[in-house]
């Protein structure tokens, strides 16, 4: 049964800083992984998508890794800012039973000014 | 080019009632996929479906919840005698037949249900 960890649970750090969110799974037969961005009370909001095959994806300020071998996705913020604050979820779709998303349960971000 | 549609956004019940929740896919997507978000817990799959089949339920609790996605309408998932511990944000995503190239799901903004 797939499982996944996100570490640390909570983070509060400085404006400016450079962080690195961390996501575990036991099982590495995944299709992809999904990093989500969370607000309170609203919706996900997709951020980086990283197939099976690759090793990482870029967008703008933030950079994910996926080491499939060992189980780890990092999710990589340069000059964090205050606008980042949110709770960051990690998700894998396995290849069997693919449609079943199976969620971290998340990393809460503060950022201070 | 809507994004997937929830509603209600915040919906009450006292405990015994029935809630309802209605998801509208994205235009072209016939595959509707519901999770259930308890306080303090990650996101848990429920429910898939096409238009008028329930593909996977393996997520959802035996008794009392129940799925559907007509061939016209929103997908609905139905609530009977709600509970306390039936408080939750509840998420419909979906994908179009086939599944897109990167095989990823388009989530809405989730239906909050508060029972008392």
């Known amino acids: 049964k797939q499982e996944v960890t996100q570490i640390p649970a909570a983070l509060s750090v400085p404006e400016g800083e450079n962080l690195v969110l961390n996501c575990s799974f036991t099982d590495s037969a995944i299709y992809n992984l999904q990093w989500f961005r969370q607000d309170p009370g609203k919706g996900l909001t997709s951020l980086l998508l990283i197939q099976s095959s690759q090793r990482e994806q870029t967008s703008g300020r933030l950079n994910a890794s996926l080491d499939k071998s060992s189980g780890r996705s990092t999710l990589y913020i340069a000059a964090s800012q205050p606008g980042d604050s949110a709770t960051y979820l990690c998700?894998?779709?396995?290849?069997?039973?693919?449609?079943?998303?199976?969620f971290g349960t998340g990393t809460r971000l503060l950022v201070s000014p | 080019n809507a994004g997937v549609m929830q509603n209600p956004r915040h919906l009450v019940r006292r405990r015994g009632q029935e809630a309802r929740l209605r998801c509208s896919p994205m235009?072209?997507?016939?595959?509707v996929y519901w999770y259930r978000q308890l306080p303090e817990e990650g996101l848990k799959f429920m429910v898939y479906?096409?238009?008028?089949?329930?593909?996977?339920e393996s997520g959802m609790p035996k008794e009392r919840f129940s799925a559907e996605f007509p061939k016209e309408g929103p997908s609905i998932l139905r609530i009977q005698q709600v509970v306390r511990g039936d408080s939750a944000a509840y998420f419909c995503?979906?994908?179009?037949?086939?599944?897109?190239?990167?095989?990823?799901?388009?989530f809405g903004e989730g239906s909050r249900l508060t029972v008392l």
């Open positions: 998700a894998v779709r396995p290849r069997t039973g693919f449609q079943k998303l199976v």
């Open positions: 235009k072209g997507h016939s595959h």
């Open positions: 479906l096409q238009k008028e089949n329930i593909i996977d």
């Open positions: 995503a979906s994908s179009p037949p086939g599944g897109t190239d990167t095989g990823e799901l388009f």
